[in-house]
Nanobody, 126 residues
Framework: QVQLVESGGGLVQAGGSRRLSCAAS????????MGWFRQAPGKEREFVAV????????LYTDSAKGRFTISRDNAKNTVYLQMNSLKPEDTAVYYC???????????????????WGQGTQVTVSS
């Protein structure tokens, strides 16, 4: 059974940092990009960041560029999202995802996703 288990969510003050982790299990994720989506209350789920299997290709939504960094450790089947300079508008449930892609990622949407995690809440207070 494939599982993506997120951790690291919680309450943080505006301007602070948070590191999300996602541990994948249940199959080989060789060739799979891994990334993050988020969904704020009353809004649609949106793409945040993704990293290719090799780690050489990353893609970020504009609002995350310069503040968030995605990385992965294939030996641990784990992907990370380091979030700095957090803003109240970053408040959302963050979902870990995995999907097969080419190693150079130019686009990544919900249709690219094969597996979803259950989500972890990040709340940024002003």
């Amino acid at each position: 059974q494939v599982q993506l288990v997120e951790s690291g969510g919680g309450l943080v003050q505006a301007g602070g940092s948070r590191r999300l982790s996602c541990a994948a299990s249940g199959r080989s994720f060789s060739g799979y990009a891994m990334g993050w989506f988020r969904q704020a209350p009353g809004k649609e789920r949106e793409f945040v960041a993704v990293i290719s299997w090799s780690g050489t290709s990353t893609l970020y939504t504009d609002s995350a560029k310069g503040r968030f960094t995605i990385s992965r450790d294939n030996a641990k089947n784990t992907v990370y999202l380091q979030m700095n300079s957090l803003k109240p508008e970053d408040t959302a449930v963050y979902y870990c995802v995995a999907g097969r892609t080419l190693d150079t990622i130019v686009v990544f949407s919900t249709t690219s996703v094969d597996y979803w995690g259950q989500g972890t809440q990040v709340t940024v207070s002003s």
